[in-house]
């Protein structure tokens, strides 16, 4: 089926790279189709997997012409000057199949965004990006500044590749392990103060997730406590507050010989070649004027 996924601006391509390693996660096979702003349509076999998206608004089963479907609707174009091309839209589903309009409380959502053409299709489903802004640091149980925004969190679980587990052994507070908890995944962690341990306990308990493991220690001896992990997930700790007292380096090694697929962001650029790793792609995301965060999506040979 063909889809359109109408991507959040923050990173188009970071975007772009979120759908594409999680159809590469389940060796789902995809034909690109057209990619035009936040518009990016592909052709593949299953759309489910989509609902774990962070970087998104919405995924839509794309048409090339209007298609027959069953119950009442709304039109919904997004752009400029769209309100006669909605009532037009809607004239000649009415007309072409009889479906009655809805638009307080439509069984189907007929959605378009307009460029230079029109893009349109079925809305399949939204992504609850309203859930992230709950879930940010300052509302959870324990609280620390630097935690990852939790839908930036939730797209490098899927950048890893992980379809049943992943570990952070760098994990802080959990604002990782929340989101690939929230996605039904084990979630293994690691940190070395022991009251980022506690916390981060607390808050996926706060969040109703079980399937966990948290342990007090340093990622340099991340084998003594995990062993054949699918995906690794990690923001790695930087700046002059930072107590870490691990050296970057072993850390990695012991990721490379314990996971299979890693997603690793650092403050800089590292040359992940030399313990073994496979770049597979890198993309920076701006933070704001001071910080730029590095993301590398790794394959461990």
């Not at 406590?225 to 990695?252: H, M, W």
């Not at 010989?257 to 070649?273: D, G, H, K, P, Q």
Request: proline share 3%.
């Amino acid at each position: 089926m063909k889809l359109l996924f109408h991507l959040s601006g923050e990173n188009l391509r970071l975007s772009k790279m979120e759908v594409i390693y999680l159809l590469k996660a389940y060796d789902q096979k995809f034909r690109v189709i057209e990619e035009e702003g936040e518009v990016f349509v592909i052709e593949t076999e299953d759309y489910r997997i989509f609902r774990r998206l962070a970087l998104c608004h919405r995924v839509v089963e794309f048409w090339d012409n209007i298609k027959e479907f069953e119950g009442s609707f709304a039109v919904r174009i997004k752009g400029k000057n769209t309100f006669d091309i909605e009532k037009k839209i809607a004239a000649e589903i009415h007309k072409k199949y009889g479906n009655p309009v809805n638009l307080e409380n439509p069984e189907n959502e007929i959605y378009g965004i307009k460029h230079d053409k029109l893009y349109i299709g079925r809305t399949l489903f939204v992504i609850d990006r309203k859930g992230f802004e709950r879930r940010k640091p300052q509302f959870r149980p324990y609280f620390h500044p630097s935690s990852l925004h939790p839908k930036y969190a939730r797209a490098l679980v899927n950048l890893s590749q992980a379809k049943k587990e992943v570990l952070d052994p760098f994990c802080g507070t959990g604002g990782i392990l929340i989101e690939a908890g929230l996605m039904g995944l084990r979630v293994f962690g690691i940190d070395i103060e022991k009251k980022m341990v506690e916390g981060c306990k607390k808050n996926l308990d706060f969040y109703g997730i079980k399937d966990y493991s948290i342990k007090e220690g340093s990622a340099e001896d991340l084998d003594s406590y995990f062993q054949d992990i699918e995906s690794t997930a990690t923001d790695v700790p930087y700046g002059k507050s930072t107590k870490l007292r691990v050296k970057y380096e072993k850390a990695f090694e012991k990721i490379y010989e314990t996971s299979e697929n890693a997603c690793i962001v650092l403050n800089r650029e590292y040359n992940f070649e030399k313990i073994g790793f496979e770049v597979l792609d890198m993309e920076k995301l701006r933070m704001h004027r001071s910080l730029t965060r590095y993301i590398y999506v790794l394959k461990c040979d």
